[in-house]
């Protein structure tokens, strides 16, 4: 990934996150200021409540039409339209004493007790906010208690009007506070974006020289093997070269083509588990030997087994003897059944054996070679997989095919890798 790709994602990443996290503070402050603003309205209905609650009580003891009246004014005198719009009393059996209003709430009475409806009536007090037409009404409801004996002398119900001025202030200083909040956070992002950026880098770095590192491990492993085997580190590089070759001219995956890069690295691991006596025997091997030879399979995918960074190139080690038509070993898999990569790494394993040098024998012709796999044709091979290496074989060949340099191969080889496993920042 390019540097410049890796900004844009790292900035697109922490714009992002910065608006969620900034939408979800708004919406608290929002919530947190919504209940400031409920709590604001009920103070002040509840301060105005009480120069009118001591007038009940007198009523109560002294129920005249008189202390009615004195009720009723005094109730009226503080009912305005920035204040109580509606004022309700009910006696102690919840009776309707009184009830005292403006001429600007008859309009809206209607609609307003229908949102707001009816209290549970627990002894508590109990209070509703709504927003209607733009405006903040409150409808609370009092227990009144005689302040010298503490009995309950009934109820008080009224509705508070949030005058406009108030409301505009309280929604300023909301808007404010939500305001300053997402610009805090906004900038708290921007703010970062370099340090995370440079911490970032510093792990793609970190993680770039740990890939290499398992590279090269991988590379000196199968170089380990290749010796063990009387075999030199040409055979494994150019395997590797044939079949990541193929595989790109098949069309396989980044990581499918890591996986066979590393496995054919790692072709004939299990080769470790087999005696000597058995490994290096110049001459032919007896039935019973060669079965021996073939566990070198097994052994191999129970030593990769366990390593995570290892384990997928487990198509390779165990199965590339397999052949297409289910004659070879150790599973007897074939056609759709063998791995991808071990159809692709059987084709390049026997081209390089038939086009190089062996003690036993002198390289092949490419056209030799070539007629001899299309003999194995739908036995040993992959049909398809054979028809699309024919067309890069003579190529690939005149490339690599006759390196005897270890250091060129290892080098084309070191492309190679570095494209499939190179981390770019």
């Not at 709504?130 to 409801?141: A, D, E, L, T």
């Not at 970190?206 to 010796?227: D, M, P, V």
């Not at 890591?258 to 072709?267: D, E, N, P, R, T």
């Amino acid at each position: 990934m390019a540097l410049g790709n890796i900004h844009k994602l790292l900035f697109r990443n922490l714009v992002i996150g910065g608006v969620v996290i900034a939408t979800l503070a708004g919406g608290l402050v929002t919530f947190i200021e919504l209940n400031r603003i409920d709590k604001h309205v009920l103070e002040i209905s509840l301060i105005k409540s009480e120069k009118i609650l001591k007038y009940y009580e007198k009523f109560y003891i002294n129920r005249t039409d008189k202390s009615l009246a004195i009720l009723k004014r005094v109730t009226k005198n503080n009912l305005d339209l920035n204040s109580f719009i509606f004022v309700e009393f009910l006696d102690d059996k919840n009776e309707r004493v009184a009830q005292v209003s403006i001429k600007e709430f008859h309009k809206i009475n209607s609609q307003l007790n229908s949102r707001f409806g009816g209290f549970q009536m627990t002894g508590g007090f109990e209070h509703k906010t709504i927003y209607f037409n733009n405006q903040v009404f409150i409808k609370v409801m009092l227990p009144i208690f005689s302040k010298s004996t503490g009995k309950n002398l009934g109820h008080f119900q009224g509705i508070y009007h949030l005058s406009e001025d108030k409301l505009n202030k309280i929604k300023d200083q909301s808007y404010y506070s939500i305001l300053l909040t997402i610009i805090a956070v906004l900038f708290t992002t921007i703010l970062i974006y370099p340090i995370i950026f440079a911490l970032h880098k510093k792990l793609i770095s970190r993680s770039f020289e740990l890939l290499r590192s398992n590279t090269n491990i991988l590379k000196s492993f199968g170089s380990a093997i290749a010796e063990r085997d009387s075999d030199t580190n040409l055979h494994n590089y150019r395997v590797t070269i044939y079949s990541v070759k193929l595989a790109e001219k098949i069309g396989l995956g980044k990581p499918q083509i890591m996986a066979l890069i590393k496995g054919a690295f790692l072709h004939d691991v299990g080769k470790i588990g087999i005696s000597d006596t058995i490994l290096l025997k110049p001459g032919k091997l007896t039935d019973k030997e060669f079965e021996t030879m073939k566990q070198h399979v097994a052994i191999g995918a129970k030593i990769i087994k366990y390593n995570d960074w290892l384990k997928d190139a487990v198509d390779v080690i165990q199965y590339h003897h397999e052949k297409f038509d289910g004659s070879g070993y150790l599973s007897g898999l074939k056609d759709k059944d063998i791995p991808v990569n071990a159809k692709i790494f059987a084709i390049s394993d026997v081209f390089d054996a038939l086009t190089s040098k062996r003690p036993y024998k002198k390289p092949f012709s490419i056209e030799k070679s070539m007629q001899i796999m299309k003999e194995d044709s739908g036995k040993h091979f992959e049909p398809e997989f054979l028809k699309t290496f024919e067309q890069i074989a003579g190529e690939l060949y005149t490339q690599i095919g006759d390196f005897e340099d270890e250091e060129r191969l290892d080098s084309y080889l070191d492309l190679i890798a570095g494209k499939y496993f190179t981390i770019r920042i």
